[in-house]
């Protein structure tokens, strides 16, 4: 097959430039692209009116006098017609014609066509478009130019063969969790996709990253070919990639501290020597060790050398260097806050991050407020990967006193936390195993009751979201089974199992927020519940516009009581007003209830106002509950809205 070259085409769609060469294989046309950089840049202009000082109020007439003078004054203007959306953007982007003043003369302008024509069969071609038909022309148009430019796409070309070979010398094959498989698999190019020249250069650019991210350091194409025949009006891709040799992680070097033991942070380490080099190892372990919260600043450094690039290094092995600085041992914190469902509340807190060169750490914290006081003490014990297993003991007080019920509860406990991939929930879930031993004292009612508990139970967390703090899109879930049995240390049994989610995601100028609660019991009757773990609905949290914890299943006299289950539900839509200020119109509804037979929800509208401060939303609801017992309520909150 012999190419006879005879011309080049300059493309650029939008952002990148190629060059086509033109040849002839079989008496068919066909191009071949080739990488062409070029550089524009496009010229402002600025008028500027200046006024005397001391002809401020003839100035202020003249310019409320000439205003629709100057609205109206004429401007440049190209006008594209019968090109679609991207197309017509793809255009625009390609010419430059911009900087030419309203007074340029037509006879100047049109010396401008021919590159004007070049610039649009560029842009035509650089999105497939090789049959095209264009005409353009300048025009005086209410007393300034205008390029008038009337396109024809006709059918644009396809992408035809696509032939990647990741191994040309078959000396590696593919497997299933080989990084080029599965981007292979997730190629945007396609056969019968439409030609775009940008993604078949995004083709080969995302294969040399993808090598570079796994150690594959001497990657180098043998051949990589688009070729165009405009007959077939199809575009054959051809790559032989050869990613060569891939490296190694070598040793793991740890700059010594005091504070911990080197074999103790040796286990934030998810690889050892030996393992196939990756980028996204390597961002794991800086995660880990950054979200410990033992250190100030993280330092993960490959000691990769130009040796690694050219080819000539003597040794597969990646080195890497771990360099940290520790955070202050101890610290205190104290806080003021509130929200409506239990007013202001005063938080006092305090941490010891590394007790010993093993990591164990000891917290404790205390919040005070009118409707609700606890205290707890815990000591966490990092376990073998202590990113993400720990055992923790703890001790604490909590009471509680609103206007349905009022408790005083001691515990103790201990609880085992993991990350798992589970068959029935996914990767990366938290897990917490627990065991919690508690004497509760309760009056709700006028009746007082006390019971011993030790409660058993699992749970599993989750949350994905694009931002931590304001997320666009995201969600978060969290589901719970728990329970206890007379025959272990308990005054009586029960089996509790208890879901609730949220959900972000934008839609138009806002966002959709939407959570929910369902939960269940299985014991005999609601009285046989102790009052901390009755459902109960109202509040901040829960339907908006009824108090903290005052809807629930009801006794005989109408009076709340509680529910063996439980079901709420809520619909938001939030939107900025103002940089950093958002509105909200929200519905809840719910209710808990003593069994399935006596659903009755009960509802609330409102308005709310949105803060978004450094430490997450402030949020100021009014809200109209729309049921008995509901009533026109303030309600305040503050945090992340996952």
């Known amino acids: 097959?012999?190419?006879?070259?005879?011309?080049?085409?300059?493309?650029?769609?939008?952002?990148?430039?190629?060059?086509?060469?033109?040849?002839?294989?079989?008496?068919?046309?066909?191009?071949?692209?080739?990488?062409?950089?070029?550089?524009?840049?496009?010229?402002?202009?600025?008028?500027?009116?200046?006024?005397?000082?001391?002809?401020?109020?003839?100035?202020?007439?003249?310019?409320?006098?000439?205003?629709?003078?100057?609205?109206?004054?004429?401007?440049?203007?190209?006008?594209?017609?019968?090109?679609?959306?991207?197309?017509?953007?793809?255009?625009r982007a390609h010419l430059n014609v911009g900087t030419e003043r309203c007074s340029t003369e037509l006879r100047r302008l049109n010396r401008l066509l021919p590159q004007i024509n070049s610039d649009i069969e560029r842009a035509l071609q650089a999105l497939g478009y090789y049959g095209a038909s264009y005409n353009s022309e300048f025009i005086d148009a209410n007393g300034c130019w205008a390029l008038d430019i009337a396109i024809t796409p006709g059918e644009p070309v396809s992408f035809g063969e696509i032939s990647v070979d990741i191994a040309p010398d078959d000396t590696r094959t593919l497997s299933e969790n080989d990084p080029f498989a599965?981007?292979?698999?997730?190629?945007?190019?396609?056969?019968?996709?439409?030609?775009?020249h940008s993604d078949y250069e995004n083709l080969k650019s995302s294969l040399s990253a993808i090598a570079v991210e796994n150690g594959y350091f001497s990657a180098r194409f043998i051949r990589s070919e688009l070729r165009v025949d405009l007959q077939r009006k199809l575009a054959d891709v051809q790559i032989e990639f050869d990613p060569g040799v891939r490296f190694r992680f070598g040793a793991i070097r740890i700059t010594p501290i005091e504070a911990l033991s080197e074999p103790f942070i040796a286990r934030f380490v998810p690889f050892r020597a030996g393992a196939p080099y990756s980028t996204d190892a390597l961002i794991e372990l800086r995660d880990s060790l950054n979200n410990s919260q033992y250190f100030s600043d993280v330092a993960v450094t490959p000691q990769l050398d130009s040796s690694l690039v050219t080819g000539a290094a003597t040794s597969r092995d990646v080195p890497v260097n771990i360099d940290l600085n520790m955070r202050p041992r101890r610290s205190w914190s104290t806080g003021i806050g509130v929200t409506t469902d239990i007013g202001p509340r005063l938080t006092l807190a305090y941490e010891d991050r590394y007790l010993n060169r093993s990591g164990h750490r000891f917290n404790g914290d205390a919040a005070l407020s009118p409707l609700d006081q606890r205290g707890n003490l815990t000591y966490n014990i990092p376990l073998s990967e202590p990113s993400t297993e720990s055992i923790s003991f703890s001790t604490g007080l909590v009471g509680q006193?609103?206007?349905?019920?009022?408790?005083?509860t001691f515990k103790v406990g201990v609880s085992y936390r993991s990350s798992v991939d589970a068959w029935f929930l996914g990767d990366d879930w938290l897990q917490n195993i627990f065991t919690n031993y508690q004497?509760?004292?309760?009056?709700?009612?006028?009746?007082?009751?006390?019971?011993?508990?030790?409660?058993?139970?699992?749970?599993?967390?989750?949350?994905?979201?694009?931002?931590?703090?304001?997320?666009?899109?995201?969600?978060?879930?969290?589901?719970?089974?728990?329970?206890?049995?007379?025959?272990?240390?308990?005054?009586?049994s029960f089996v509790?199992?208890?879901?609730?989610?949220?959900?972000?995601?934008?839609?138009?100028?806002?966002?959709?927020?939407?959570?929910?609660?369902?939960?269940?019991?299985?014991?005999?009757?609601?009285?046989?519940?102790?009052?901390?773990?009755?459902?109960?609905?109202?509040?901040?949290?829960?339907?908006?516009?009824?108090?903290?914890?005052?809807?629930?299943?009801?006794?005989?006299?109408?009076?709340?009581?509680?529910?063996?289950?439980?079901?709420?539900?809520?619909?938001?839509?939030?939107?900025?007003?103002?940089?950093?200020?958002?509105?909200a119109v929200f519905y809840d509804t719910g209710n808990s209830f003593a069994d399935y037979t006596n659903l009755a929800l009960k509802s609330g509208v409102g308005l709310g106002v949105r803060w978004q401060s450094p430490i997450g939303p402030i949020r100021v609801d009014l809200a109209k509950g729309l049921d008995e017992g509901?009533?026109?309520?303030?309600?305040?909150?503050?945090?992340?809205?996952?």
């Open 182 to 196: 599965n981007f292979l698999d997730e190629s945007p190019i396609r056969t019968g996709s439409q030609l775009v």
């Open 496 to 583: 509790q199992l208890y879901a609730s989610g949220k959900f972000v995601h934008d839609i138009g100028i806002g966002r959709f927020l939407i959570r929910s609660e369902i939960a269940t019991s299985i014991v005999g009757g609601v009285e046989e519940l102790p009052v901390t773990i009755r459902y109960f609905a109202g509040g901040d949290q829960s339907v908006r516009g009824y108090q903290y914890g005052s809807i629930g299943a009801e006794n005989d006299e109408g009076e709340v009581i509680g529910g063996k289950h439980l079901l709420t539900g809520s619909v938001e839509y939030d939107f900025e007003v103002r940089p950093g200020w958002r509105g």
């Open 1 to 91: 097959m012999k190419h006879l070259f005879s011309r080049y085409i300059d493309l650029n769609p939008v952002n990148e430039e190629y060059t086509l060469a033109v040849a002839r294989c079989d008496n068919h046309p066909m191009l071949v692209t080739r990488k062409s950089p070029e550089s524009r840049t496009t010229a402002s202009m600025k008028r500027i009116l200046r006024v005397p000082v001391y002809h401020t109020l003839l100035s202020i007439a003249f310019i409320a006098t000439m205003q629709p003078v100057f609205a109206q004054a004429p401007a440049p203007s190209i006008r594209i017609s019968g090109a679609g959306e991207r197309l017509e953007e793809n255009i």
């Open 630 to 642: 509901g009533g026109l309520r303030l309600h305040i909150t503050m945090g992340p809205d996952l």
């Open 439 to 492: 004497h509760e004292t309760s009056e709700i009612n006028d009746v007082v009751e006390s019971y011993n508990l030790t409660i058993n139970g699992i749970n599993w967390t989750k949350t994905q979201a694009d931002d931590p703090i304001y997320p666009a899109r995201g969600w978060r879930l969290f589901t719970q089974v728990s329970g206890a049995s007379n025959a272990l240390f308990s005054d009586l």
């Open 401 to 408: 006193d609103n206007d349905t019920f009022t408790t005083d």
